[in-house]
């Protein structure tokens, strides 16, 4: 169903949220693939089914129809606790509110996943702090989020994010709760990730922030209305048609650092 080099490959998904007796359609049978090493934007006013995708691509809900595959791995018949498992070694998540933890250091904010994964502690700190100086904060690691800048809560979420060391980045409207200057600083740092070979798929209704990715999916409707590629001048050829080709991240529990 993918290409040799395809990391996520979606087959007529369809996603219908079922509210008393209403059915509210979210997707409407979207075909997609995303490479090894892409960097993609997918873009889209409120409604537009960006959210639910991006929700389906990060393994955080189940389509109503159609084949979902990351890495060659259908994820249609696997459980809650396997889709978390595949979830946490394979995804990582950037939100647009930080989601850090009031009292726990950056260092510990980042190994957060580690523990979830079952690493050793004596690894777990070298690998989070690791994370911390890949994003800029190795001489903050042991600063509380109220003794962070907007944009180094970010950067900290990021390292949370990396830290796993996932096989795609997945970004949700990452500089919405920033200035410019910061976001512009986050961007970059994004770029610089995807120039490393990391995967990147960001999900945004901003269209500059859409048109510094290599690839720009926009979405109308529960639809994909175009797919483009190209630099990050806005200058873009159309993209060879898609290939034919799944709820919320567990609550964290602070108690998990107080116990620490």
Same mark, same amino acid.
């Given at each position: 169903?993918?290409?040799? !080099?395809?990391?996520?490959?979606m087959k007529e998904i369809t996603k219908?949220?079922?509210?008393?007796?209403?059915?509210?359609?979210?997707?409407?049978?979207?075909?997609?693939?995303?490479?090894?090493?892409?960097?993609?934007? @997918?873009?889209?006013?409120?409604?537009?089914?960006?959210?639910?995708?991006?929700?389906?691509?990060?393994?955080?809900?189940?389509?109503?129809?159609?084949?979902?595959? @990351?890495?060659?791995?259908?994820?249609?018949?696997?459980?809650?606790?396997?889709?978390?498992?595949?979830?946490?070694?394979?995804?990582?998540?950037?939100?647009?509110?930080?989601?850090?933890?009031?009292?726990?250091?950056?260092?510990?904010?980042?190994?957060?996943?580690?523990?979830?994964?079952?690493?050793?502690?004596? =690894?777990?700190?070298?690998?989070?702090?690791?994370?911390?100086?890949?994003?800029?904060?190795?001489?903050?690691?042991?600063?509380?989020?109220?003794?962070?800048?907007?944009?180094?809560?970010?950067?900290? =979420?990021?390292?949370?994010?990396?830290?796993?060391?996932? !096989?795609?980045?997945?970004?949700?409207?990452?500089?919405?709760?920033?200035?410019?200057?910061?976001?512009?600083?986050v961007m970059a740092l994004f770029e610089?990730?995807?120039?490393?070979?990391?995967?990147?798929?960001?999900?945004?209704?901003?269209?500059?922030? =859409?048109?510094?990715?290599?690839?720009?999916?926009?979405?109308?409707?529960?639809? @994909?209305?175009?797919?483009?590629?190209?630099?990050?001048?806005?200058?873009?050829?159309?993209?060879?048609a898609p290939l034919p080709r799944p709820?919320?991240?567990?609550?964290?529990?602070?108690?998990?650092?107080?116990?620490?």
């Amino acid at each position: 169903m993918t290409g040799s !080099s395809a990391l996520i490959g979606m087959k007529e998904i369809t996603k219908v949220y079922q509210m008393g007796e209403t059915s509210l359609p979210a997707l409407d049978g979207v075909s997609l693939s995303i490479d090894e090493g892409e960097y993609v934007a @997918i873009v889209g006013t409120s409604g537009s089914g960006k959210s639910t995708l991006m929700n389906i691509i990060g393994l955080l809900d189940r389509p109503t129809d159609g084949v979902y595959q @990351i890495r060659g791995q259908r994820a249609d018949d696997l459980t809650g606790r396997q889709l978390a498992e595949l979830r946490n070694r394979e995804i990582g998540f950037v939100f647009q509110q930080f989601n850090l933890l009031a009292r726990a250091s950056a260092w510990r904010q980042v190994e957060l996943p580690l523990f979830y994964a079952g690493v050793a502690r004596s =690894a777990s700190r070298q690998r989070a702090l690791e994370a911390l100086a890949q994003v800029g904060l190795a001489d903050r690691a042991d600063h509380k989020p109220e003794e962070l800048s907007g944009g180094q809560q970010q950067r900290v =979420a990021i390292a949370r994010a990396l830290v796993n060391r996932p !096989s795609l980045l997945l970004a949700d409207e990452p500089t919405g709760a920033l200035d410019t200057r910061t976001g512009e600083e986050v961007m970059a740092l994004f770029e610089n990730l995807h120039e490393e070979g990391l995967t990147l798929v960001i999900i945004t209704h901003d269209q500059e922030v =859409a048109d510094r990715a290599r690839r720009v999916i926009t979405m109308r409707d529960g639809a @994909i209305i175009s797919d483009s590629r190209g630099g990050s001048n806005g200058l873009r050829e159309p993209a060879l048609a898609p290939l034919p080709r799944p709820a919320a991240i567990e609550q964290i529990e602070e108690k998990v650092y107080e116990a620490g």
